[in-house]
T-cell receptor, first 111, second 113 residues
Framework: DTAVSQTPKYLVTQMGNDKSIKCEQNLGHDTMYWYKQDSKKFLKIMFSYNNKELIINETVPNRFSPKSPDKAHLNLHINSLELGDSAVYFCASSQDSREYTFGSGTRLTVV | AQSVTQLDSHVSVSEGTPVLLRCNYS??????LFWYVQHPNKGLQLLLKYTSAATLVKGINGFEAEFKKSETSFHLTKPSAHMSDAAEYFCVVRMDSSYKLIFGSGTRLLVRP
């Protein structure tokens, strides 16, 4: 069983479209995160939810909206996609911020 | 403010020789430190973590790291490199009581036959 699973693994879409990436964790963790990895491999946090409550919201365009229907799921919706949104997006989860488990990533390509 | 600096963007070693990947951190608080590995087109896997217990931390696949507060360093080492170690390695810091991880810029390890 995959601990943190993201779908889709690859996503190619045109500029201006709206897309969603889904994330689910079966570890019983109370906190989930979205990280963005750019083309230079640099990873930066975008959002974090703790028990469905938003606790971290970095400087991210408001075209990006996270949604957490329950503590096992954290989805990322992106409106009006731009070329610069092309990146690998990683979902992660943790319990009490001690140990973090990452998903395998979603490679988003905007054309 | 916290930050983490990985001093080498690329490290190349021969198979069977030691590996040293350098990391320095900056933190006003007692930090938690991690090393993650990312193989090509794969996710991030935790190698080891330091959370204020023993300063020498042993991880998976023969890797270890030593926390040196006086030098603000957390270098990753392995006595003998294997071809399967070729990957991108990230040093990561977390401030106490924070949920946020701060990633270094990564070091690509190349292992020559």
């Amino acid at each position: 069983d995959t601990a943190v699973s993201q779908t889709p693994k690859y996503l190619v879409t045109q500029m201006g479209n709206d897309k969603s990436i889904k994330c689910e964790q079966n570890l019983g963790h109370d906190t989930m995160y979205w990280y963005k990895q750019d083309s230079k491999k640099f990873l930066k946090i975008m959002f974090s939810y703790n028990n469905k409550e938003l606790i971290i919201n970095e400087t991210v365009p408001n075209r990006f909206s996270p949604k957490s229907p329950d503590k096992a799921h954290l989805n990322l919706h992106i409106n009006s996609l731009e070329l610069g949104d092309s990146a690998v997006y990683f979902c992660a989860s943790s319990q009490d911020s001690r140990e973090y488990t990452f998903g395998s990533g979603t490679r988003l390509t905007v054309v | 403010a916290q930050s983490v600096t990985q001093l080498d963007s690329h490290v190349s070693v021969s198979e069977g020789t030691p590996v040293l990947l350098r990391c320095n951190y900056s933190s006003s608080y007692s930090p938690s430190l991690f090393w993650y590995v990312q193989h090509p087109n794969k996710g991030l896997q935790l190698l080891l973590k330091y959370t204020s217990a023993a300063t020498l931390v042993k991880g998976i696949n023969g890797f270890e790291a030593e926390f040196k507060k006086s030098e603000t360093s957390f270098h990753l080492t392995k006595p003998s490199a294997h071809m399967s170690d070729a990957a991108e390695y990230f040093c990561v810091v977390r401030m106490d009581s924070s949920y946020k991880l701060i990633f270094g810029s990564g070091t690509r390890l190349l292992v020559r036959p």
